[in-house]
């Protein structure tokens, strides 16, 4: 089976433990207006851009003779796009991994049905929580957040460890009613597996939507340190673990 994929190289802690060989699958079904890898969200080629497929077997092999350089527990992590948008291939893939004893990650938006399936051949899971809101989710990613949401409590009932990572933007879901928003439904899902990190926004990907012909949209997206430390106390009082990584 083959998998798409526009990017690739080794990363040290930002993708899941340790030094990882970090693969980012082609395609996307969100249409987030602020994300870094606009390249990705296509499943053809686009602009300045390209992708390649790769047999599942390459990929095993390639991880392996490069298994010498997982220090710290590393390993192999697929990102995006959306890697789930490949379901099969990344099922295919993860088991033949799993088979060779390779740390396994997985950076989703959570938005596969079929995402629990995947629990028991990825050793650490890693899932983008963009909206409590469903309304404002739709609006901004152009998807609902329903099956994100209860992919995340399925990850509570089946005790595996979640790190939640939230993009804190301005005008979508910073405001001072987003933290009561966000507390909400994260005391609901929290369980001792349950992490969360909370990412301001960045314009790394601006210059990368110009090559790719699409217009970037976002104008003030950026968060105040203030309104972080605000989002952090409340959370942290709440009994949410928070995270950097």
């Known amino acids: 089976m083959k998998i798409r994929i526009f990017q690739k190289g080794f990363n040290f802690s930002q993708d899941g433990q340790g030094n990882r060989l970090v693969y980012h699958l ?51 992590t697929l990102t995006g796009g959306e890697p789930t948008m490949q ?23 959570g938005t596969h049905p079929r995402l629990p399936g995947l629990f028991s051949i990825i050793d650490q899971l890693i899932m983008d ?26 990850a509570k009932e089946a005790k595996k460890p979640l790190l939640l990572r939230i ?3 301005n005008s979508f879901n910073a405001g001072i009613d987003d933290i009561s928003g966000f507390k909400e439904f994260l005391t609901q899902a929290n369980f001792p597996g349950l992490s969360v990190e909370l990412l301001t926004y960045h314009e790394f990907g601006k210059d990368k939507w110009q090559k790719c012909g699409m217009e970037y949209t976002v104008k003030d997206g950026y968060v105040s340190a203030g309104r972080l430390k605000e989002f952090e106390k409340a959370l942290s009082e709440s009994g949410i673990k928070l995270i950097k990584t």
Not at 46 to 73: A, C, L, R
Not at 136 to 149: C, D, G, L, S, V
């Open 129 to 154: 929580f963009k909206h409590y809101d469903n309304t404002a989710h739709k609006k901004f990613t152009k998807i609902t957040n329903q099956t994100t949401k209860a992919n995340i409590l399925a």
């Open 87 to 109: 379901f099969d291939a990344v099922r295919e893939l993860f088991t033949k991994l799993k088979d060779k004893k390779i740390h396994t990650a997985l950076e989703t938006n």
């Open 26 to 76: 082609q395609g996307c079904n969100m249409r987030c207006p602020w994300c870094a890898n606009p390249e990705g969200i296509s499943a053809m080629e686009n602009g300045n851009f390209s992708s390649q497929d790769y047999e599942t077997d390459d990929i095993v092999n390639e991880t392996v003779k490069s298994s010498p350089m997982f220090f710290g527990g590393g390993g192999i």
């Open 167 to 169: 993009p804190l933007i």
